[in-house]
């Protein structure tokens, strides 16, 4: 395991919190990606303990529960370096990051001239708002990489719009509460302690099912499921409470048969494209049983 330091741990009550920023407006994250739990957002409130020490989410992808929750403190991570460079940029230059990215799009620029463009080249600033530029115009917020860890996704058809200033500066005022790290889940997990609620969304990983480079190369996948497990046992008997939302399938029994699970219906949109929508079932997954009402706004 890494040796990282972290910071003292800040207790957050949730449902206190929610009585004093009531009306609060949200905040949605600044990044689209592929299986963002925006939508279950009602659902992972209502498994989200009343009080805790630190939030801690390995998987970090969007991060839109983070940005839900804003928690007093957290530790934030993702094996994808690019990604957690972009968010630590953003969190320390919102305004010159902001200033680069409605430059891009100002000039009109070639979504596959920039995609092209060597990183190495790039300082921090550049690098960031080239991920959010590609991001917010890349087919269906996919993130993939080649065998050579490139970025290759298409130009999509429907895209985001760029996030402004002012959210990219709301969501650095969050991201200063958190620490970030660019690591293995099974790092980020043992760095957990008791008190921690710790939320975990891997990529949907099934045998049998082809590998297309999605999330990066040498991303989660079937035969990562196991250390999974093994690393929730090690957090458990550490009094950390956690939640993990996974695809209802035979691969993820061993963990959802060891602990406590809901599982619920979604829409999912197959292969990037409307027409293929279809209901599918995922599973919530918790060492702990909670039975509040989680307040709209928090």
């Known amino acids: ?41 009602p659902d992972l409130l209502s ?134 790290y660019a690591l293995d889940f099974e790092d980020t997990v043992d760095m957990t302690r008791k008190g921690d609620f710790l939320y975990l969304d891997p990529p949907y990983a099934k045998a049998n099912s082809r590998v297309r480079g999605e999330y990066g190369k040498d991303s989660f996948g079937v035969k990562d499921l196991a250390r999974l497990k093994t690393s929730l046992e090690r957090a458990d008997r550490r009094g950390v409470t956690f939640l993990l939302s996974y695809a209802k399938c035979d691969e993820i029994e061993p963990i959802s048969e060891a602990w406590n699970t809901t599982e619920i219906v979604v829409s999912r949109q197959v292969a990037g494209f409307q027409r293929h929508r279809h209901k599918v079932s995922e599973v919530l997954i918790s060492n702990a049983r909670v039975s509040r009402t989680a307040a709209k706004q928090l």
């Open 1 to 41: 395991m890494a040796n990282i330091s972290v910071p003292p741990a800040c207790r957050v009550d949730i449902s206190v919190a929610a009585q004093i920023t009531r009306g609060r407006a949200p905040l949605p994250p600044f990044l689209r990606w592929a299986g963002s739990k925006r939508r279950l957002l």
């Open 47 to 180: 498994k989200t303990p009343a009080t805790f020490s630190r939030y801690v989410e390995p998987f970090g992808g969007s991060l839109c529960f983070f940005f839900e929750l804003r928690p007093a403190g957290a530790i934030l991570s993702d094996f994808n370096q690019e990604l957690i460079d972009t968010y630590l940029t953003v969190r320390a230059h919102p305004y010159l990051t902001s200033r680069l990215l409605q430059g891009l799009e100002a000039a009109g620029a070639d979504y596959y001239d920039v995609r092209e463009e060597p990183i190495q080249s790039l300082n921090a600033i550049e690098r960031a708002a080239r991920f959010i530029f590609l991001n917010r115009h890349c087919f269906n917020g996919v993130y993939r990489t080649n065998a050579k860890g490139e970025f290759n996704v298409p130009k999509g058809t429907r895209v985001g719009s760029l996030p402004s200033t002012a959210h990219l500066n709301r969501c650095s005022i969050a991201l200063r509460r958190a620490s970030l």
